[in-house]
């Protein structure tokens, strides 16, 4: 890349971040106009946000159900769920199998879910002695079993290792699960995602605040399928029984 170039690309970063950010970009303003400024980013942040979300679900409701039915006939099998992650969304993988380790609400039974970030000695060997594209495959192929599912976050959608992790999980036979941003590359692209919903956004924050949202809905439909068909099996015994 030339001088001029770099230059070009400096001025055009600076504009958009200026007309983004204009508050800190005006060093005319008072004090009062700077903190204008700011609560009005807030204001556009919270409803580029809440449009996001919104528009999110109101495309990929039917998928939602999907999806939660697909995971709780993962449980309906003594089958167990197996998330992963890179950075922000690898706190996503934790907190998503967290959710189902520990149900706050009460009444609901824990669930078997395991984060593959969590391991540290074994993702650092995977990593030094295979490569860091294999940190998941490797968890999985040691752990996985075909009544399994694995869940996957990606705001971009083209984690190597996600992938990676995805290839091994359909050779034995798992039903696999995404969460990316944008338009949803290898996840979608690569037929290897049996239930991949996409935020169409660029927006890494607005992708990772949608996912939260997601599968705190997922968590809570799962659990209202697994008890509607507990109510069904206990409807069911009196007939069998006689």
């Known amino acids: 890349m030339s001088k001029k170039t770099a230059r070009i690309d400096n001025e055009d970063n600076e ?16 004090p009062e106009q700077k903190r204008e400024g700011l609560l009005t980013s807030i204001q556009k942040k919270v ?16 998928s939602l159900i999907d999806a939660a039915q697909a995971i709780a006939e993962v449980y309906n099998h003594n089958g167990r769920m197996f998330s992963m992650g890179n950075g922000g ?8 199998a967290v959710e189902f ?16 970030m969590t391991d540290m000695a074994m993702i650092s060997a995977v990593a030094n002695d295979l490569g860091v594209q294999h940190v998941f495959s490797r968890q999985i192929g040691a752990h996985g079993r075909t009544e399994d599912g694995l ?6 959608g083209n984690s ?14 798992m039903v696999t699960f995404g969460m990316a ?34 599968y705190h809905i997922i968590w809570d439909l799962v659990h209202t399928l697994l008890s509607d068909n507990r109510g069904k099996v206990k409807q069911k015994l009196p007939t069998e029984n006689k």
């Open 47 to 62: 409803t580029h946000s809440i449009n996001t979300k919104q528009q999110f679900f109101d495309d990929n409701a039917e």
């Open 101 to 116: 380790q520990h149900p706050v609400t009460t009444g609901r039974p824990a669930l078997p879910a395991t984060n593959l």
């Open 89 to 96: 969304s690898s706190c996503d993988a934790a907190h998503f």
């Open 151 to 156: 869940m996957g976050f990606s705001t971009s």
């Open 181 to 214: 941003g944008g338009d949803g590359g290898e996840m979608i692209s690569s037929g290897l995602v049996d239930h991949c919903l996409v935020v169409a956004t660029d927006s890494i924050h607005r992708v990772q605040e949608s996912h939260v949202t997601c």
């Open 160 to 173: 190597k290792d996600l992938m990676e992790g995805y290839r091994k999980a359909k050779e034995l036979g």
């Open 15 to 30: 504009a958009h971040l200026s007309h983004l950010y204009g508050f800190l970009y005006n060093n005319q303003q008072t």
